[in-house]
């Protein structure tokens, strides 16, 4: 059963008492309990396609998002996110739940799953192969992550790569796709079908929106691609699409550096890196034109 | 003893087999409270051990995996870690004593399988502290607090220095010259311990007697005031009771060792609560004997209130009415154990104004 | 005469890893949990020095064997900057004196 299926009162119903929601997403079962309106809201608009689980699955992370205090919701409203009773961050403003569930539910992923090689980077895939875009806030990863998407790829992960450390495959775990500042515009520009949720702004990030990832991509989340490209994207003003090769050695150290995990899996991890950049094209990129990029990436997989 | 509140993980110490007709709902808050107490790692030491670890199902199985992974690296970098220590207390003539997880790694204690910490803490001879102070500087390590109360506190009334931080690695290391600071009434004569410590390696590096590791780790966990981990700190103190339970004359030994080091209170409540919670096998008569350390029933019943609760695991579903209002009292006791009264209110204020000044600037 | 130095190349249970592509190697040192990027001729030497336990001399002439040094100055140069760099790296440990 999807979550669409749910009424709105049911859905709110279910995520205020303390059984919570409980969603699959990609491999992960999360639990999340919230009373908070913005959260309903953020569940309606883009996970809808998402499968809910049967009472008696075992949960990976039941999260809760609520106010952290009864002061502090009269005083200044804040949202504070729980993983089981355990607290890792600050509190941040009301009107920004929705973003908190996005960003604790990364920080989950990221820390408690070493069953995989975690990079920080977006995955797609066209035709068998996947393409990873690693890289750092500003980088363009996700604009580009969102387009490839918006043109029919398959969504794997906008913010997480999941390599599995037993066959180096990537797995994917789609969720919404987050979109800072003016990417929220050039996303709406570049394809009517773009459903972004809730705008919020002065975010830590700045201005945030999350875009509904495909339902195809969603109901093909079981399904593990093999890396083929890592690309270390940047966007450049005006500059022009170049697509350099980097060596592999440069690749293997950057990509390294880009990981949440390299360093827990110690050895492991330096083995499973080593190999992806083995079976892995490894270039960087610079672009300003999105479609230019796009077209270059899917000449690659044709 | 009837126990206040039930957890899977306590059924699941005391037998790991018990969790083979565990259904997924069950596994579900297992890992939850296992989680909470910091113990993921152990257990799945436990379930390798006993060769349950395969036919866990596939969900919880990969939670323990990955926490297990995790604890392969703390290990590497925790043997790192010493080595760098030693590296930098080469010149010392005194011997290095390393204390709680760092000596049962370096013992190769049953208590140092699956235990992850964050600091490293060892002991010295109190009038070697200055030249361990300057070595370590040397080595890179930087005291981590320049506020001048905090530097009297405690070099004061602690049994031990600031912390030290290595300023590349960021690791946090404690250099005691005692195990409970001087202000306490039960505080040992520190050479009675120095008197029996055991060598490690081909290095300058000891750990205490076996003896003195339980009593350390039993005055540690009852006078601690945040008993967060208090579930995997009595795990802790059951494998070491059991470990060394082998060698012959190990609990006459243990109770003369408390007389001598005036831990007679701590051992009993180590042997009681770790006998009670995780039906470690402490001799009846050795249980009887510990239990006229401390006087009077009501007391003793007041502390089973407290202690029965307070070190379950840190987990909602763990807790019952009462374990709040009990985590506070142990709380406010373990400052009053720590410092005389004089001491202690204006410390604790001291503490509780700069925790309003602190949220302010938020 | 210089006192004979034993290199222990630090590998905790020899796992120091290695991975090479072309003129570039990958060195992976677990005890550490760094990783650094270095030559292939460099990434070669180590790996040779990492099975075994070399004494000074030994460790010397494999090293004049790879390069071709114009003079022992140079040699002398040469392995010194090597040795700092292992040093720097914390892949070399000293048991200093060890035959004095």
């Given at each position: 059963m999807?979550?669409?299926?749910?009424s709105?009162?049911?859905?709110?119903?279910?995520?205020g008492n303390h059984?919570?929601?409980k969603?699959?997403?990609?491999g992960?079962?999360?639990?999340?309990?919230?009373?908070?309106?913005?959260v309903?809201q953020h569940l309606i608009?883009?996970?809808?396609?998402?499968?809910?689980?049967h009472?008696?699955?075992?949960?990976?992370?039941?999260?809760?998002?609520?106010?952290?205090?009864?002061?502090?919701?009269?005083?200044?409203?804040q949202?504070s996110?729980?993983?089981?009773?355990?607290?890792?961050?600050?509190?941040?403003p009301?009107?920004?739940?929705a973003?908190?569930?996005?960003w604790?539910?990364n920080?989950?992923?990221?820390?408690?799953?070493?069953q995989?090689l975690i990079?920080?980077?977006?995955?797609?895939?066209?035709n068998?192969?996947a393409?990873i875009?690693?890289?750092?806030?500003?980088?363009?990863k996700?604009?580009l992550?969102a387009?490839l998407?918006?043109?029919?790829?398959?969504l794997?992960s906008d913010?997480m790569?999941?390599?599995?450390?037993?066959?180096?495959m990537?797995?994917?775990?789609?969720?919404?796709?987050s979109?800072?500042n003016?990417s929220?515009d050039?996303i709406?520009h570049f394809?009517?079908?773009?459903?972004i949720?809730?705008?919020?702004?002065?975010t830590?990030?700045?201005?945030?929106?999350h875009?509904r990832?495909?339902?195809?991509?969603?109901e093909q989340?079981?399904?593990?691609?093999?890396?083929?490209?890592?690309?270390?994207?940047?966007?450049?003003?005006?500059?022009?699409?170049?697509?350099?090769?980097?060596?592999k050695?440069?690749?293997?150290?950057?990509?390294?550096?880009d990981?949440?995990n390299?360093?827990?899996?110690?050895?492991?991890?330096?083995?499973?890196?080593?190999n992806l950049?083995d079976?892995?094209d490894?270039?960087?990129?610079e672009?300003?034109?999105?479609?230019e990029a796009?077209?270059?990436?899917t000449?690659l997989?044709? | 003893m009837?126990?206040?509140?039930?957890?899977?993980?306590?059924?699941?110490f005391?037998?790991?087999?018990?969790v083979?007709?565990?259904?997924?709902?069950?596994?579900?808050?297992?890992i939850?409270q296992a989680?909470?107490?910091?113990?993921l790692?152990?257990?799945?030491?436990?379930?390798?051990?006993s060769?349950?670890?395969d036919?866990?199902?596939?969900?919880?199985r990969?939670?323990?995996?990955s926490?297990?992974?995790?604890?392969q690296?703390?290990?590497?970098?925790l043997i790192w870690e010493?080595?760098c220590?030693e590296k930098?207390l080469l010149?010392?003539?005194e011997p290095i004593i390393f204390?709680?997880?760092a000596?049962?790694?370096?013992?190769?204690?049953?208590?140092?399988?699956?235990?992850?910490?964050?600091?490293?803490?060892i002991?010295?001879?109190?009038?070697?502290i200055?030249?361990v102070?300057?070595?370590?500087i040397?080595?890179?390590?930087m005291?981590?607090?320049?506020d001048?109360?905090?530097?009297?506190?405690?070099?004061?009334w602690?049994?031990?220095?600031?912390?030290?931080?290595?300023?590349?690695?960021?690791?946090?290391?404690?250099?005691?010259?005692?195990?409970?600071p001087?202000?306490c009434?039960?505080c040992?004569?520190?050479k009675k311990?120095?008197?029996?410590i055991v060598q490690?390696g081909?290095n300058?590096?000891?750990v205490l007697?076996?003896e003195?590791?339980?009593?350390?780790?039993a005055?540690?966990l009852?006078?601690?005031?945040?008993l967060?981990?208090?579930?995997r700190?009595?795990?802790d103190?059951?494998?070491l009771?059991?470990e060394f339970a082998?060698?012959?004359d190990?609990w006459s030994?243990l109770?003369l060792?408390?007389?001598?080091?005036?831990?007679?209170i701590?051992?009993?409540y180590?042997?009681r609560?770790?006998?009670?919670i995780l039906?470690?096998?402490?001799?009846?008569?050795?249980?009887?004997?510990s239990?006229?350390?401390?006087?009077?029933?009501v007391?003793r019943?007041f502390m089973?209130?407290l202690f029965?609760?307070?070190?379950?695991?840190?987990?909602?579903?763990?807790?019952?009415r009462?374990?709040g209002?009990?985590?506070?009292?142990?709380y406010?006791?373990?400052?009053?154990?720590?410092?005389?009264i004089?001491?202690?209110?204006?410390?604790?204020l001291r503490?509780?104004?700069?925790r309003?000044?602190?949220?302010d600037?938020? | 005469?210089?006192?004979?130095f034993?290199?222990?190349?630090?590998?905790?249970d020899?796992?120091i890893r290695?991975?090479y592509?072309f003129?570039?190697c990958?060195v992976?040192?677990?005890l550490?949990?760094?990783?650094?990027?270095?030559d292939d001729?460099f990434g070669n030497?180590l790996?040779?020095f990492?099975?075994n336990?070399?004494?000074?001399?030994?460790?010397k002439?494999f090293?004049?064997e790879?390069?071709n040094f114009?003079?022992?100055a140079?040699?002398?140069?040469g392995?010194?900057?090597?040795l700092?760099n292992?040093?720097y790296?914390n892949?070399?440990?000293?048991?200093?004196?060890?035959?004095?």
């Open positions: 999807k979550l669409s299926s749910l709105t009162h049911t859905l709110k119903q279910s995520l059984l919570g929601i969603l699959k997403i990609g992960f079962h999360i639990c999340l309990t919230s009373s908070i309106d913005n309903t608009n883009l996970y809808g396609d998402f499968e809910l689980l009472d008696d699955d075992f949960i990976d992370f039941h999260v809760e998002l609520n106010a952290p205090s009864l002061a502090r919701r009269l005083f200044r409203p949202v996110f729980s993983f089981d009773g355990h607290v890792p961050f600050k509190p941040l009301y009107d920004q739940a973003a908190m569930f996005e604790g539910l920080w989950c992923i990221a820390n408690h799953s070493n995989y990079i920080h980077a977006a995955v797609v895939e066209r068998g192969q393409f875009f690693p890289g750092t806030p500003g980088s363009g996700s604009t992550c387009a998407v918006l043109s029919g790829w398959r794997l913010e790569t999941l390599i599995s450390t037993v066959d180096g990537v797995h994917p775990v789609p969720r919404p796709i979109l800072k003016q929220i050039v709406h394809s009517d079908q773009a459903f949720g809730q705008v919020v702004k002065d830590a990030k700045g201005t945030v929106g875009l990832p495909p339902n195809a991509s969603i989340s079981a399904m593990p691609a093999k890396p083929t490209k890592l690309i270390f994207p940047k966007y450049k003003e005006a500059s022009e699409t170049q697509l350099l090769e980097l060596s050695g440069k690749s293997m150290m950057r990509a390294a550096e990981c949440f390299y360093n827990v899996l110690g050895s492991q991890g330096f083995d499973v890196l080593g950049i079976q892995c490894c270039y960087t990129f672009y300003s034109q999105l479609t796009i077209q270059l990436f000449q997989t044709d | 009837r126990m206040p509140v039930a957890a899977f993980l306590r059924d699941v005391i037998n790991p087999h018990c083979e007709d565990y259904h997924l709902q069950q596994w579900d808050l297992l939850r989680r909470s107490a910091n113990v790692v152990r257990l799945a030491e436990m379930f390798k051990e060769a349950l670890f036919a866990i199902p596939d969900k919880p990969m939670h323990l995996e926490a297990w992974i995790h604890a690296r703390f290990k590497l970098s010493i080595k220590i930098a010149p010392i003539d204390l709680k997880g000596a049962y790694h370096l013992a190769d204690n049953h208590a140092g399988k699956g235990r992850l910490f964050s600091d490293i803490d002991l010295v001879p109190e009038k070697a200055p030249e102070e300057r070595a370590l040397k080595g890179g390590w005291t981590n607090t320049f001048p109360y905090d530097q009297r506190y405690y070099r004061e602690m049994h031990e220095i600031p912390p030290m931080r290595h300023l590349k690695r960021q690791t946090t290391l404690d250099v005691h010259h005692n195990i409970l001087k202000t009434k039960f040992p004569d520190s311990l120095l008197a029996n490690t081909e300058n590096t000891w007697a076996p003195d590791r339980i009593l350390h780790s005055t540690h009852f006078h601690e005031g945040e967060e981990q208090g579930f700190d009595l795990s103190l059951d494998l009771l059991k082998t060698h012959p190990f030994t109770l060792r408390a007389d001598e080091l005036k831990q007679r701590p051992l009993y180590a042997l609560y770790t006998h009670a039906d470690t096998p402490v001799p009846q008569s050795v249980l009887d004997q239990e006229k350390y401390l006087t009077g029933r007391r019943a089973d209130f029965l609760r307070a070190l379950m695991p840190n987990h909602a579903s763990c807790n019952d009462w374990t209002f009990a985590r506070w009292l142990i406010i006791r373990s400052h009053a154990l720590k410092m005389p004089r001491l202690l209110i204006p410390h604790l503490k509780s104004f700069r309003f000044s602190s949220k600037t938020h | 005469m210089a006192p004979n034993f290199f222990q190349f630090v590998s905790y020899s796992q290695f991975r592509w003129d570039e990958a992976y040192n677990p550490t949990g760094d990783t650094h990027l270095v001729a030497m790996q040779k990492c099975d336990r070399w004494s000074q001399a030994e460790c002439d090293f004049a790879q390069f114009e003079s022992p140079e040699l002398e140069d392995f010194k900057l090597f700092s292992c040093r790296l892949v070399l440990e000293f048991e200093e004196n060890v035959l004095n």
